[in-house]
């Protein structure tokens, strides 16, 4: 839905004397789930590199079963990271 300017003027008026008022509670209520998808990102990308090493160790030393598990793995994490949902900075932009 689209707000008018004049609805948009108000609801930020609203969270301004909320941030004023109770710091605490606008940061409780608009918090969003940027630190979580950051570590989950990072997280991904760390899986992703290390069954991509182990991948390629395995192969080296002829394992080939281990070889193909570890490259899954680090398939399937790479492909869970790009899926993802995009971080954003909001939470740190309300806090200014």
Known sequence: MILSARDRRILAEIEQR????DPRFVYAMGRDTTDE????RGGCTAV?????LTALLCAALLLIGPAL???LLA?????LRQHLPPTTQRALRRHR
Not at 18 to 21: A, R
Not at 37 to 40: E, F, R, S, V
Not at 75 to 79: E, K, Q
Request: proline share 0%; aromatic share 10%; hydrophobic share 50%.
């Open 18 to 21: 909320l941030l004023d008022t």
């Open 37 to 40: 998808t950051a570590w989950t």
């Open 48 to 52: 992703t590199l290390l069954a991509g």
């Open 69 to 71: 598990v570890a490259a």
């Open 75 to 79: 398939t399937t994490s790479h492909y």
